[in-house]
């Protein structure tokens, strides 16, 4: 009875250990069958005029090549000029903003007022004030809404998380450039800046795929012709639901591989915040 209870445990699904690449590609395998055959069958006929509105993934994979390489390029470029111009301004702001307050704590709450109204605000009425007041770019050049809502979709976050980790400080350290004679100014460029870089790090992670969105969201109020947006309203128009799920993916794909990027950017500059050493 020993050995065969010993059998019966050593097949326990919780002692079988699979490596991470493995258990994401199950995963990916698993929602692209899922997507397939509801696609084929449940939702075959879902759509406006009997038009198949969720395509299979050879429909959209074929859609994709077919559409051509010069077309996404066209578009994510713009895109993605709106997103870093917006992603640059807004995260500048969000850091000048949390050092100010280290230096004038009296600013605390005049800076997380404005960051919580900035958040709290829906982005939608933002942007339909935006494009009354800004010019309309020419063709093929950023949108200027678009650059403002991606500013304005990273800056609560990285406002909160540059603070806590300013704040985060170590006392004693603190303690010692005061003994010394030492300025608030002093504390931040000798101990805080040094300590916030995890947070200030994820917080600037984060912010990527956020300025993205912000800036395909800005898009859609920008009466530009050229972009994310654009072309996702055009596929749309056209009926053309697998261009539509082409440009969605892409656009994941590419707010994923900035996600990352940072990520490793954040992992060479902050090593300890993963639990690694140099």
């Given at each position: 009875m020993t050995t065969d209870a010993a059998k019966a445990r050593a097949i326990q699904w919780e002692d079988i250990r699979l490596p991470a690449w493995l258990t994401g590609l199950i995963g990916v395998v698993g929602v692209v069958a899922l997507w397939w055959i509801l696609a084929a069958t449940v939702f075959a006929n879902v759509g406006p005029?009997?038009?198949?509105?969720?395509?299979?993934?050879p429909q959209v994979v074929g859609e994709f090549f077919a559409t051509g390489w010069e077309f996404?390029?066209?578009?994510?470029?713009?895109?993605?000029?709106?997103?870093?111009?917006?992603?640059?301004w807004g995260n500048g702001l969000a850091l000048l903003l949390a050092a100010l307050v280290l230096i004038v704590p009296r600013l605390e709450g005049v800076v997380m007022q404005v960051a919580i109204l900035t958040y709290c605000v829906p982005i939608v009425a933002i942007g339909l004030l935006i494009v009354v007041i800004v010019p309309v770019p020419a063709a093929g050049d950023p949108s200027p809404t678009a650059v403002i809502l991606a500013a304005l979709s990273c800056f609560f976050t990285t406002?909160?998380?540059?603070?806590?980790?300013?704040?985060?400080?170590?006392?004693?350290?603190?303690?010692?450039?005061?003994?010394?004679?030492?300025?608030?100014?002093?504390?931040?460029?000798?101990?805080?800046l040094i300590a916030s870089l995890p947070s200030i790090l994820n917080a600037l992670q984060i912010a990527v795929p956020a300025?993205?969105?912000?800036?395909?969201?800005?898009?859609?109020f920008g009466k530009i012709t050229v972009g994310v947006g654009p072309a996702m309203i055009s596929a749309q128009q056209a009926l053309n639901a697998a261009r539509v799920w082409?440009?969605?993916?892409?656009?994941?794909?590419?707010?994923?591989?900035g996600y990352g990027l940072l990520g490793v950017v954040a992992r060479a500059v902050a090593p300890w915040s993963k639990g690694s050493a140099r």
């Open positions: 005029g009997g038009a198949q509105a969720i395509p299979t993934p996404y390029v066209r578009n994510f470029s713009v895109t993605l000029a709106e997103a870093g111009i917006g992603y640059a406002v909160v998380g540059a603070l806590l980790g300013l704040k985060a400080a170590d006392r004693a350290s603190l303690d010692v450039i005061t003994v010394y004679g030492g300025s608030r100014l002093t504390q931040l460029r000798k101990v805080r300025a993205f969105l912000g800036a395909v969201l800005g898009e859609f082409d440009v969605a993916l892409v656009s994941g794909a590419v707010a994923l591989v």
